[in-house]
């Protein structure tokens, strides 16, 4: 793209770009994010085109990539416009129909469309499908409209603009006055206020000064991030360039994981382009402006999404933190003053710019303002990422967003704020979701995981499992961190292999408590969360397993056997077939059985059987 | 000095802040990291060799010892966790025969173990040499591994 040489330019070339978006033409848009490619969407991509080639459609009908629109669980997405016909678990072999029906003849292929399981009506258009109904998407809507590896299309729903008017209408301090006033707070978890955080990197002495972009989503169960990276990279981008000014800073960074090699791909198409039009770099817009990122990638540590360990990484050593008395406003990246904000709290930059402090306050609850997203997943139906004003009721957003839990379970709990959060239980769910709220109930907002259990989760395992992760994650540096969660790590695995005895879960809270206090970085003084909030709220799972030496959610392999309930066995053979231990007797058209002695408990007779037959106790 | 070593370390202008990157794209062209490149990286970066022992051994995303020619990965993140990945895990080890960490006799696998890719909506995943499987269950999870080894014509 040819260089903007100013404000006048860009608005030119952005109502020049809308212009040639032609709202009649056929537009094909499909998922191409990260969980949509596991299920095939690229092949869905390819037919497409192929099907349109041969038709002679290509220039008639537009195929659109986009990034992830959030509804993972029915992927592979394609939707139709005009008329927004949505289509779910589209593979290669639906192609040849839906161009040939529903692009020629306005057809609507009903088999493709979603099914509401409640009222089993099938639904056409997107926006009324249950899932995106109660949702408020600010930011998660650009990923449908954009193909997130063109500038053009950015800049064709008015992309850049919130750059145009902080560089020419606003001064640094009203940038920082606005943001303030949004009430936005950081999205990766701490949810400090993220204007005062600007505000210090401001005020902070130096003219050198970094800032960077946290795309290091490490949390297990959390994709939001990768969302936005993927499917609306130049969001980011324009916050950060709007930060920079504001703080004062040329030169910037984006810190992205290395397992999420679509968003470093896009993030770097978006710079490039960013970079050529005269976006980013020497003389922003003709503003005189200067600032420029670079991506630095991750090498694998949970850690390093901390901020001081992330700082280390860029600094090209292990990412080991640092105390947090001395802040990082003042002394960040190579010491100098440096704002480190999560890259969903950029997005939400160019929106409060554009929109304005009074528009973005009004979302939100007193004291935690605008949207969040979440990774709804786990034992959920609807399983992908929400967008909901702060304050929702987590209630809603399992039941009314998520669809409840499947095969008809029970919900047991959900876990919220990653490893350093904690398990909510049922009698919790009318809590509203902001930041102090799930504080008071041991858990946090964390970066926005919502991993939800269903009865045939152990509480215990999903507690040892933490800590297990952060055990093995823990950087090393200080004792009570790296050898407290090691213990804790021992104490759990008693407890899951039937050698748990009285007292445990008194030296679980203990040692929980000596590591709050003694750890130096987050990792290791909220690592005891998960472990506190389950033993105030699912003591008996504990008790369960330590005196009666049972896994009532069937889930610990030492405590649990395998048997075939004789009444259930249709005598089809299927256990039998897979079992890879021989463990499994009986001949065709006879109840089959399981030999204990030989049963290594792997579970495929369990996920073989049609009929539940197969029974864990 | 290796033309290939020098033109990674020169893409990131020989600039120390982007170690772990360097680090990524050698891993990238040889599979793991050979101790006389990082030696040579460590010299045209004008850093001790030390420090990037201490770097590639924090990191867990670096190997030091040579990968088998497939690399297969389970995400053990908490959303993959609670829909059986374990299971999963187990299953691959069982017909591998190799525990995380470790390569086939043959060198054609490697078997990993990475906390979350993010796909976790359709998790249980997988990941067979970059390319995501999603919605695992155990019989899928030996069928991947099957259509790698009918590709190669090997066996274990």
Known sequence: ?617 | MREEVRTIVNRYGKDRAFLVSILQDIQARYNYLPKDILLEVAEELHISPSLIFSVTTFYKAFSLTPRGKHIVSVCLGTACHVRGAPKILDTLERTLAIKPGQTTKNNQFTLETVNCVGACAVGPIIIMDGEYHGQMTLSKAGSVIGSVKAKEGTCS
Not at chain 1, 335 to 361: C, F, H, M, R
Not at chain 1, 399 to 414: H, L, M, S, T
Not at chain 1, 461 to 477: N, R
């Open chain 1, 1 to 617: 793209m040819k260089r903007i040489a100013g404000v006048k330019e860009l608005l030119a070339l952005q109502k020049q770009l809308k212009q040639a978006r032609d709202p009649h033409k056929q537009v094909i848009t499909i998922c191409g994010g990260t969980g949509c490619r596991g299920l095939g969407c690229m092949q869905v991509t390819e037919a497409l085109e192929a099907e349109l080639k041969k038709h002679n459609l290509t220039e008639k009908v537009a195929v659109r990539v986009t990034g992830c629109p959030g509804f993972c669980e029915k992927g592979p997405l394609l939707t139709v416009h005009p008329g927004s016909i949505f289509y779910k678990k589209v593979n290669a072999g639906d192609v040849s129909d839906i161009i040939l029906k529903t692009v020629l003849q306005g057809e609507i292929i009903e088999r493709l469309l979603y099914q509401d399981p409640l009222t089993a009506k099938t639904i056409v258009n997107e926006q009324e499908v249950p899932f995106y109904k109660k949702q408020r998407r600010i930011l998660l809507n650009t990923n449908d409209l954009i193909d997130p590896t063109k500038l053009e299309d950015y800049l064709a729903i008015g992309g850049y603009t919130a750059l145009a008017t902080a560089l020419f209408k606003m001064t640094p301090e009203d940038i920082i006055r606005e943001v303030k006033q949004a009430g936005l707070r950081g999205r990766g978890g701490g949810g400090f206020p993220t204007g005062t955080k600007w505000e210090q990197c401001q005020a902070a002495h130096g003219t050198e000064k970094y800032l960077i972009g946290n795309g290091d989503e490490g949390d297990p169960g959390a994709f939001m991030d990768r969302g936005i990276m993927e499917g609306n990279p130049h969001g980011i981008v324009e916050g950060m360039i709007i930060g920079a000014y504001a703080v004062g800073s040329h030169k910037g960074y984006l810190y992205v994981r290395n397992e999420y090699p679509l968003a470093i791909k896009h993030l770097g198409i978006a710079l490039e382009s960013a970079r050529e039009a005269g976006l980013l770099g020497e003389n922003i817009l003709g503003s005189g402006f200067t600032f420029d990122i670079k991506i630095n990638r991750g090498g694998g540590a949970f850690i390093c999404g901390e901020s001081s360990a992330l700082f280390a990484s860029i600094e090209g050593r292990s990412g080991e933190p640092r105390d947090k008395y001395i802040h990082a406003v003042e002394k960040g990246l190579w010491d100098k003053p440096t704002v480190l904000n999560n890259v969903e709290t950029w997005a939400n930059i160019p929106l409060i710019i554009n929109q304005g402090a009074a528009w973005y306050s009004s979302i939100g609850t007193e004291k935690s303002k605008g949207t969040k997203i979440f990774s709804l997943v786990g034992k959920i139906n609807n399983t992908g990422l929400v967008e909901v004003p702060m304050g929702m009721k987590l209630r809603e957003i399992i039941y009314d967003i998520g669809g409840g839990i499947p095969n008809g379970r029970k919900f047991k709990a959900v876990q919220t704020g990653g490893p350093s959060g904690g398990c909510i239980p049922e009698s919790l769910l009318d809590l509203p979701v902001d930041y102090d709220a799930l504080y008071e109930a041991g858990s946090m907002m964390g970066s926005g995981g919502m991993i939800v259990m269903d009865d045939r989760s152990c509480m215990v395992d999903v507690a040892k499992y933490f800590i297990t992760f952060l055990q093995e994650e823990s950087c090393g540096k200080c004792v009570p961190c790296r050898e407290g969660l090691l213990r804790m790590g021992e104490i759990f695995a008693g407890i899951c292999e039937g050698r748990g005895t009285e007292g445990d879960i008194e030296l679980l809270e203990s040692m929980s408590a000596a590591i709050i206090d003694g750890a130096l970085c987050a990792l290791g003084s909220t690592a005891p969360n998960p472990v506190l909030s389950t033993i105030r709220y699912f003591r008996d799972e504990y008790e369960a397993h330590i005196k009666d030496k049972k896994c009532p959610a069937g889930v610990c392999k030492a405590l649990i056997q395998y048997s075939i309930v004789a009444e259930e066995c249709k005598k089809c053979g299927a256990c039998k077939k897979v079992c890879p231990s021989e463990a499994i007797a009986g001949e065709p058209k006879q109840v089959h059985t399981i030999d204990p002695l030989k049963c290594i408990k792997c579970g495929a007779c369990f996920e073989a059987c049609q009929f539940d037959a197969v029974s864990i106790t």
